[in-house]
């Protein structure tokens, strides 16, 4: 074995098929069961779009009411559920209260099963599970931002689709079109990106026959993470350290001076530009002239242009995405939980992928440790 066989992080290594997705980076193209995410984003409800990633095409308007009227009935927080979170401190990290509410729902849907080659479940429970956390993630998400702010958990409006209900349990508030609009927007864009790290986490739990609570919850335990969708969290934090468009130049000196990494920029696979990110910046451009905020813009667009410049390294989703859920009201914080709302459907629609054509996932490694050496005083049994 030399050093060329190591394929380490996995680059450019080709583990499996998936139907689920398409990323193209050639093309800088992102395909959903086919269609281009760009024009999902700008026709498309989010359930909509969970439907397609689902079941491979979008649904007629039977199938959507169906799905959403699944989905209403199931958006309350499980009272076991919400004691989990209630026993966290209040200053948990948000990504750390999600994935425990996530396991804690595992735990109660899954009691009873003794058996665990029981717990895996047939693809129409899966799919199941995967409405019902799909579900109650807003819940989860929302009630996690009002705690953090001393405030009650605001119960769901059944007149109100997806998109707006989340900002509803948020905020309290009948939320504008045009938050609705952008929010939808960016759910859709979050969905789904193939073989990403957290994806790629819930394909190898799956693929030991573990549930798919089990493959969801270490899924959002890759997420957290600022390479990965922790990110755009880390996007609100730089931005609110340079404060103002005027301070990028001596900022970014500094920063690259310390090699630091420029959080919102670079992906794995795009190299030349994430495909998403034009659509989530025109949805960024509606927030900002919704709120006046021309300042937001300045600052985004100044790191850019500056950035690229010197680095050739272009922005990804988390770069319009962070600034955009913070003019919408959402602290930084929940930034990433937002991110664990989207990807649910994608993370499910990978899992049900690889319950229906497992194999079991097992690199191998290449051993650098020291030779073999035996414990002082060991005596071999006869
Ligand atoms: N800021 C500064 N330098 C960067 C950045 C960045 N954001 N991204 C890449 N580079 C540099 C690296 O320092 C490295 O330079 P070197 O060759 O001189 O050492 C070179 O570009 C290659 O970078 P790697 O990290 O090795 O490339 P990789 O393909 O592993 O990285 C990654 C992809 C992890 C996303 C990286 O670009 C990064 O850390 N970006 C910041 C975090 C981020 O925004 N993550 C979100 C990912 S997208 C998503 O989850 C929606």
Not at 64 to 74: C, F, K, M
Not at 253 to 268: N, Q, T, V, W
Not at 274 to 287: I, Q
């Given at each position: 074995m030399t050093d060329t066989d190591i394929k380490k992080g996995l680059a450019g290594v080709v583990v499996d098929y998936t139907a689920v997705s398409k990323?193209?980076?050639e093309t800088n193209s992102l395909l959903y069961r086919g269609y281009p995410v760009q024009e999902l984003a700008a026709t498309q409800s989010f359930e909509a779009v969970?439907?397609?990633l689902w079941h491979g095409e979008l649904p007629s308007d039977?199938?959507?009411?169906?799905?959403?009227?699944?989905?209403?009935?199931?958006?309350a927080l499980l009272p076991s559920v919400k004691a989990v979170i209630d026993g966290l401190p209040v200053d948990a990290h948000p990504m750390d209260e999600v994935r425990t509410a996530v396991s804690a729902i595992g735990a109660e849907e899954t009691a009873g099963i003794s058996n665990v080659l029981d717990a895996v479940g047939s693809p129409e429970e899966n799919l199941e599970r995967s409405i019902r956390l799909f579900a109650q993630l807003p819940a989860i998400v929302a009630y996690g931002q009002r705690r953090r702010r001393g405030l009650d958990l605001v119960e769901a409006r059944d007149d109100l689709d997806y998109a707006a209900n989340f900002l509803w349990q948020t905020f309290g508030e009948e939320p504008d079109e045009v938050v609705v609009d952008a929010f939808n927007r960016s759910m859709i864009l979050y969905a789904e990106h193939s073989f990403n790290a957290s994806t790629f986490t819930a394909r190898v739990i799956t693929s030991t026959l573990s549930d798919l609570y089990s493959a969801v919850t270490g899924?959002?335990?890759?997420?957290?993470?600022?390479?990965?969708?922790?990110?755009?969290?880390?996007?609100?934090?730089?931005?609110?350290?340079?404060?103002?468009?005027?301070?990028?130049v001596p900022w970014?000196?500094?920063?690259?001076?310390?090699?630091?990494?420029?959080?919102?920029?670079?992906?794995?696979v795009y190299k030349k530009g994430?495909?998403?990110?034009?659509?989530?910046?025109?949805?960024?451009?509606?927030?900002v002239a919704h709120y006046d905020r021309p300042d937001v813009a300045e600052l985004y667009e100044t790191l850019e242009s500056e950035f690229v410049s010197r680095k050739g390294i272009y922005p990804n989703l988390d770069y319009p995405s962070g600034p955009a859920y913070s003019l919408m009201g959402f602290d930084t914080l929940t930034f990433t939980p937002l991110f664990v709302a989207a990807r649910i459907t994608g993370w499910t629609a990978h899992i049900l992928e690889q319950q229906a054509s497992n194999a079991l996932i097992r690199p191998l490694s290449a051993y650098n440790g020291p030779d073999e050496r035996h414990v002082e005083g060991y005596v071999p049994d006869e």
């Open positions: 990323v193209n980076p969970a439907h397609l039977a199938q959507l009411a169906e799905l959403r009227e699944s989905e209403r009935q199931h958006r899924a959002i335990g890759a997420l957290k993470g600022p390479l990965h969708g922790g990110a755009n969290e880390a996007v609100l934090h730089i931005l609110t350290e340079i404060g103002d468009a005027s301070n990028v970014l000196d500094a920063a690259l001076a310390e090699k630091r990494k420029i959080m919102g920029f670079g992906h794995r994430d495909s998403r990110v034009p659509t989530m910046k025109a949805a960024l451009d509606t927030l």
